[in-house]
């Protein structure tokens, strides 16, 4: 460490590890960047309220899917901007929808690699529309692209902002999912004529991100043990996700329908009409087993009975016996 080190760093990161990760961006997700568009954050959640602050003023509205991510909604509220509900299917968000809903919205908050929280990807045909909607009306697309390294199927799908020729995406990232939580680490790759107004409200935030967790990230990745970690559990929450799955149907069959095992860390598993889901997460926790409700991720009235379950810390040989504690509660 030098003493340069203890002063206060680039508002947006240290240089050497947004040129490492900029340099993985072009490489792993096909990302149209550099190192002077990475601003470094602690986490999407500082990220989506730094990009809200620079985009959006109060009253304008903002596209979510429905279900969505429920701390994005917050963020939009905070900023004091509406949020438009926009149905997602097997494709993903429906633009057809969000146009009808409300065309002029300003922004919209995606997440189309494995859409959180039923797991989907959004087809290449959604993807060009919203990007259409989105230079067509003069609105921003914020893809929030939280653990797309975890694709079991196929390779990583590319990114929304890699398709884009119109620089309309500020592309998010975290290190969240990959590494552990509690790093508190993650990154904006914000459209070049944007960078100024996004080093403002971040100067104003909290002037920059620490420098020495940068730097140890930077060096875990240069020196390769990053790919190697991430393939090494790609191998590991694939095994855990096929135990899953399997135990889901062989102890519940076609009574549940079970969506997004195909890349990530959880996946959903859809209630029949009726079945109250926030009851059900709340006896599971009296035994140990954490689940979400997924009706908790409506943003409108009407909502999906379901349950989001994560299988990331989960060992393969204890995954037969929590299933078969989650059927006894959904049979009641």
Request: with cysteine; proline share 6%; glycine share 8%.
């Given at each position: 460490m030098e003493a340069m080190d203890l002063h206060y760093g680039d508002p947006m990161g240290s240089k050497v590890f947004r040129e490492t990760i900029a340099d993985y961006l072009r490489t792993a997700r096909s990302l149209r960047c550099n190192a002077e568009q990475i601003m470094v954050v602690s986490g999407s959640q500082q990220a989506l309220a730094i990009t809200a602050q620079v985009l959006l003023d109060p009253g304008d509205r903002v596209w979510v899917e429905?279900?969505?991510?429920?701390?994005?909604?917050?963020?939009?509220?905070?900023?004091?901007?509406?949020?438009?509900?926009?149905?997602?299917?097997a494709e993903g968000l429906d633009v057809a929808a969000g146009i009808k809903l409300h065309r002029k919205?300003?922004?919209?908050?995606?997440?189309?690699?494995?859409?959180?929280?039923?797991?989907?990807?959004?087809?290449?045909?959604?993807?060009?529309?919203?990007?259409?909607?989105?230079?067509g009306a003069g609105s921003w697309i914020i893809e929030d692209d939280y653990d797309s390294e975890y694709r079991y199927e196929s390779s990583p799908l590319a990114s929304l902002q890699g398709l884009d020729t119109n620089a309309r995406v500020i592309y998010v990232g975290t290190f969240s999912k990959v590494l552990f939580p509690g790093l508190r680490l993650g990154y904006i790759a914000i459209p070049e004529d944007l960078v100024e107004r996004f080093i403002s409200v971040r100067r104003a935030i909290d002037i920059g991100p620490p420098n020495f967790y940068q730097d140890v990230v930077a060096d875990f990745m240069s020196e390769g043990h990053f790919a190697r970690h991430i393939r090494r559990?790609?191998?590991?929450?694939?095994?855990?996700?096929?135990?899953?799955?399997?135990?889901?149907?062989?102890?519940?069959?076609?009574?549940?329908?079970?969506?997004?095992?195909?890349?990530?860390m959880h996946l959903a598993l859809m209630l029949r009409e009726g079945s109250v889901d926030m009851e059900i997460s709340e006896q599971a926790a009296r035994q140990k087993l954490w689940l979400w409700p997924l009706s908790t991720s409506y943003a409108g009235e009407k909502s999906q009975p379901g349950l989001i379950l994560g299988f990331g810390n989960t060992p393969v040989e204890e995954v037969p016996a929590a299933v078969q504690k989650l059927r006894n509660l959904i049979n009641g």
């Open positions: 429905e279900p969505g991510y429920r701390l994005a909604k917050t963020v939009f509220a905070l900023a004091g901007c509406p949020v438009v509900a926009v149905p997602v299917d919205a300003l922004a919209a908050f995606v997440t189309p690699s494995h859409q959180f929280p039923l797991g989907v990807s959004m087809s290449a045909s959604r993807r060009l529309q919203l990007l259409d909607w989105a230079q559990m790609r191998m590991l929450y694939h095994e855990r996700r096929s135990a899953l799955v399997e135990s889901l149907r062989e102890e519940m069959g076609s009574t549940v329908e079970v969506l997004g095992g195909e890349t990530g």
